[in-house]
Nanobody, 125 residues
Framework: QVQLVESGGGLVQAGGSLRLSCAAS????????RAWFRQAGGKEREFVAA????????DYADSVKGRFTISRDNAKNTVTLQMGRLKPEDTAVYYC??????????????????WGQGTQVTVSS
């Protein structure tokens, strides 16, 4: 079993930046792909970014490409989402996800086995 805990959410003005972190504990997930998803009020969960087990391959949703950067530190079992040039439409609860078998980044939530509790990000206009 893997436990994921997100941190770093909060309130920021449009154009600002935030850094989200996801710490994993329990059975190690450092060998597999990790990802971030988000869910805004009344909407379905959507893919944000994913990273391969080594960190050498990443994938981003078109809506965040060029503004967000996903990275990982396998020694610390953490994944980070650096968010820049934030927009009001980025407001959502952000969830960290971990796979127990994937090596490459994948966009589909059903492919991930463990989820964090989520952290709220609110971008004011």
């Amino acid at each position: 079993q893997v436990q994921l805990v997100e941190s770093g959410g909060g309130l920021v003005q449009a154009g600002g930046s935030l850094r989200l972190s996801c710490a994993a504990s329990g059975r190690t997930s450092s060998s597999y792909a990790r990802a971030w998803f988000r869910q805004a009020g009344g909407k379905e969960r959507e893919f944000v970014a994913a990273i391969s087990w080594s960190g050498g391959s990443t994938d981003y949703a078109d809506s965040v490409k060029g503004r967000f950067t996903i990275s990982r530190d396998n020694a610390k079992n953490t994944v980070t989402l650096q968010m820049g040039r934030l927009k009001p439409e980025d407001t959502a609860v952000y969830y960290c996800a971990a796979s127990s078998g994937l090596l490459s980044p994948v966009r589909f939530g059903r492919e991930y086995d463990y989820w964090g509790q989520g952290t709220q990000v609110t971008v004011s206009s």
